[in-house]
């Protein structure tokens, strides 16, 4: 059974930074993609950001792009994402996936590309 649990989130303001962290267990981590969606109040689910199983292909939503990285320790069985540049509409809860097929090069930004979820880190950033 695959569990996934997030770390890092909180309060911080307009402009600051923070990172994410989601460690990953019951799976072999380093054969899967991992993403990162959000999801603000009365908001549905959205793609963040994604990285392959090797760790050589990023892929980010326009909203953060140049702003966020989504890096990987594949010895660590660890995923991050460090958030610069913070804005108040990054205001959400931030849930780490793992992708559902091995060596996947496909489709990366559907939630129904994953099949395991993290419980959610909430990060809320103040004007």
């Known amino acids: 059974q695959v569990q996934l649990v997030e770390s890092g989130g909180g309060l911080v303001q307009a402009g600051g930074s923070l990172r994410l962290s989601c460690a990953a267990s019951?799976?072999?981590?380093?054969?899967?993609?991992m993403g990162w969606f959000r999801q603000a109040p009365g908001n549905e689910r959205e793609f963040v950001a994604a990285?392959?199983?090797?760790?050589?292909?990023?892929a980010y939503s326009d909203s953060v792009k140049g702003r966020f990285t989504i890096s990987r320790d594949n010895a660590k069985n660890t995923v991050y994402l460090e958030m610069n540049s913070l804005k108040p509409e990054d205001t959400a809860v931030y849930y780490c996936?793992?992708?559902?097929?091995?060596?996947?090069?496909?489709?990366?930004?559907?939630?129904?590309?994953?099949?395991?979820w993290g419980q959610g880190t909430h990060v809320t950033v103040s004007p």
């Open positions: 990285i392959r199983w090797s760790g050589s292909s990023t």
């Open positions: 996936a793992m992708g559902a097929y091995k060596y996947s090069s496909g489709s990366y930004y559907r939630a129904s590309d994953y099949d395991s």
């Open positions: 019951g799976r072999t981590f380093s054969l899967y993609r």
